[in-house]
């Protein structure tokens, strides 16, 4: 989908600790979590990567929506939050967050 879009897509991650290592390792500029994955969900991961790389963008993508509001997830330094049912949106978010940067994006 990113790719498609002229997006750099540096790295992919199959669990929130394998995103946190490679989004230490590629630096990207935006990062998008899915909220469930194993070992370490998304959420989790966000709220570490935040703290460890605060000038990275976060979006948690979830089909949670309902659970967790974007002011929720805001709070826990996510730039945005995206339903599953509405994935098509993920790369217009993305877009409006990064205005101004280059197009690098990890995707756990």
Known sequence: MFQQEG???CAEAIDG???IAKAREFKPQIVVL???MPIMNGL????????MMPETCLILFTSHGKILTEEK???????ALISKSEG????????RILVGKSNQIGVA
């Open 17 to 19: 600790r394998e995103a």
């Open 73 to 79: 997830a805001q709070s826990f330094g996510f730039s």
């Open 7 to 9: 997006w750099n897509v």
């Open 34 to 36: 899915d909220m469930a």
């Open 88 to 95: 098509e949106s993920i790369v217009a978010a993305a877009e």
């Open 44 to 51: 989790d991961a966000g709220v570490m990567l935040k703290k």
